[in-house]
């Protein structure tokens, strides 16, 4: 009997030690995590699209080791569009039939209310853009506004309930990670390829002077008609917008490249709010660090931008920032190169606060600055599209005081030339300052404008180009 009793109380004491250690077991490692989900937020209504374009989602999605593609490719495909472009080509000498031009491209739609991104070359000089869905619906769409400095575009069709892709984090993307190209090369529609995130920051010197290029470089086939498409992650995240190839041939060679979406989701959410891009400037001239700078400098590595000259009243100048300082790091981000400080500053407005971690004279500190426009103010730039503008392919602006002091003069800044303008026809380019209009002097974009309405058949530009003493001029013809 005593041996029964004392049986029974050893495996009574077991049970309960088991059964206290599944009780301690479920309390600190399963029930806190049910606990933390049941004290999240409850969900709020917000508009979709400050959701989908403030970037606050961006870190929650990670892309992960895939057995295959077809989950990711199903659903990608269902938001990129095939664009049709259409343009009128005023043929010398027969005004009355113009020659159409037509040209194809993709796009992604960001939103289920029609949203959708592209490259501006895509786009570029269309009098019409149709969009053709997925499942072959055709839209006509309305642009809303295009970036040179990035090769954007964003444009709006009047639909609802949409498929859409999230922006992903591009930051996160690691050299060797798997990304799918999404497109409609050669027309041919819902096209996608597989490879791998070959390197990232690369500047191609594809746009521009003051472009900004900091591409995504993947082995994914990318040929002609790609252009404005999906680079997403094995998530399905939007991680860039496909915009270049490098090749001879004119055809896919291995390597092509994509704006990433960090950059992309912020110039699309200026255009939206502002019908521009808001582009905050520092105010410094720069150069890459290579092994000779690194050691003059007494740097530890090979990394950083050298700053060559700083602007009056800019925000390197407030921040005390000099000529002679390496700039190491912005908002905690390394520089690696040229392309990476450019396009961590191109991500903010004016008015943003950036940190930035520098070392002079071997010392490393940091310093606030509040970036401004390029006008060296706080103010959100306004872009002149009057009509007469419209109609002849231009968009200007007010000149800042570096470039007012550079060239001793006043007058208006050429931000874009549209293609196949009667501006571009008299091979004026962006960046033209123009100075004089029908020999008058001008002080502002509403100088241009009174003088320019006053000619009956043709307008005759004087100015000057950054870093150009000599002066251009340039006849054009009234439309």
């Known amino acids: 009997m005593n ?58 999605f990670r892309a992960a080791a895939p057995d295959n593609f077809i989950g990711t490719a199903q659903k990608a495909v269902e ?45 570029e000089g269309a009098d019409r853009i149709d969009i053709v869905l997925n499942d072959n619906r055709e839209f006509t769409a309305k642009l809303l506004g295009a970036d040179v400095s990035t090769d954007l575009a964003l444009l709006k069709i009047e639909a609802s309930n949409l498929p859409f892709l999230f922006f992903g984090n591009s930051d996160s993307l690691q050299v060797g990670e ?10 041919l529609q819902n096209t996608v390829t597989a490879g791998i995130v070959s390197a990232k920051a690369r500047n ?57 979406s960090n950059l992309a989701q912020k110039v699309i959410y200026d255009i939206k709010e502002f019908g521009s891009v808001q582009r905050g400037w520092l105010g410094i001239s720069i ?32 921040a005390g920032l000099q000529t002679g300082d390496v700039i190491l790091g912005v908002n905690g981000s390394e520089i690696n190169a040229n392309a990476d400080f450019i396009e961590l500053i191109a991500r903010n407005r004016p ?14 500190s940091k310093t606030t600055a509040v970036l401004k426009n390029s006008m060296n103010t706080f103010d959100m730039v306004k872009v002149r599209k009057d009509k007469l503008l419209t109609e002849m392919g231009l968009e200007l602006r007010e000149l800042n005081d570096a470039e007012r002091i550079e060239i001793r003069k006043t007058g208006a800044y050429v931000l874009s ?20 209009v029908n020999g008058k002097d001008i002080r502002s974009v509403d100088d241009f404008m009174k003088f320019a309405k006053e000619s009956k058949k043709k307008i005759k530009l004087e100015g000057y180009y950054k870093g150009y003493p000599d002066m251009y001029p340039y006849e054009v013809e009234k439309p």
């Open 3 to 60: 041996n029964w009793v004392k049986q029974w109380m050893i495996t009574a004491l077991v049970s309960l030690i088991v059964a206290f250690i599944s009780i301690m077991t479920y309390h600190f490692l399963i029930n806190p995590q049910q606990l933390a989900l049941e004290e999240m937020e409850k969900a709020k209504f917000v508009r979709e699209n400050e959701v989908l374009l403030n970037g606050k989602m961006n870190h929650l």
């Open 79 to 123: 938001s990129v569009v095939f664009i049709r472009t259409s343009s009128r080509l005023d043929v010398k000498g027969v005004p009355m039939h113009p020659e159409i031009a037509a040209a194809s491209g993709s796009g992604v739609i960001v939103s289920s209310d029609g949203l959708i991104v592209t490259n501006n070359h895509v786009i």
């Open 178 to 187: 798997w990304v799918l190209a999404i497109g409609n090369p050669y027309r």
């Open 204 to 260: 191609i010197n594809l746009l521009q002077a003051q472009g900004v290029e900091a591409y995504i470089q993947t082995d994914a086939a990318v040929n002609p008609g790609n252009s404005g498409g999906a680079l997403v992650n094995t998530q399905g995240m939007l991680v860039g917008v496909i915009g270049a190839i490098m090749s001879e041939s004119g055809k896919y060679e291995g390597f092509s490249f994509a704006i990433p």
């Open 287 to 318: 150069i890459p660090v290579d092994d000779q700078i690194a050691k003059e400098y007494k740097l530890e590595k090979v990394a950083g931008v050298l700053i060559q000259g700083v602007n009056d009243k800019s925000a390197a100048r407030d």
């Open 351 to 364: 008015g943003d606060k950036v940190v930035l971690t520098y070392s002079r004279k071997g010392m490393v």
């Open 417 to 436: 030339v549209k293609k196949g303008s009667v501006v571009e026809k008299a091979n004026i380019e962006p960046g033209y300052i123009i100075t004089r």
